[in-house]
């Protein structure tokens, strides 16, 4: 499998030297195979018993970040809201 690491830059918005690049292949490479040998979960169930460690917990209120701090890092912000590109077709 070929990883097009410039593909993957541009969509993620990184900017990755050219010298970089066979290092990220690596990487990336590695984790492809590492997922690769993964066991299949086709026939996972969850079971209700408490001690059984993959109980999933409850869900709690907790704190929030405000919504002016998510905003500083957007690439472009309108009416408080993130901008992102549209990727449905009408």
């Known amino acids: ?10 969509l993620s918005r990184l900017k990755i030297s050219e010298q970089d690049i066979p290092k990220f292949e690596r ?9 690769d040998k993964l066991p299949d979960v086709s026939d996972l169930t969850l079971s209700l018993d408490r001690n059984d ?12 970040v405000k919504r002016t701090d998510m905003l500083k890092n957007a690439p472009q912000v309108e009416a408080g809201c993130f901008v992102v590109p549209k990727v449905v077709e009408e």
């Open 53 to 64: 460690p993959m109980v999933l917990r409850e869900d709690v209120i907790g704190a929030s």
């Open 1 to 10: 499998m070929n990883i097009d690491i410039k593909k993957v830059a541009k």
């Open 27 to 35: 990487d990336m490479q590695s984790i492809v195979d590492m997922v």
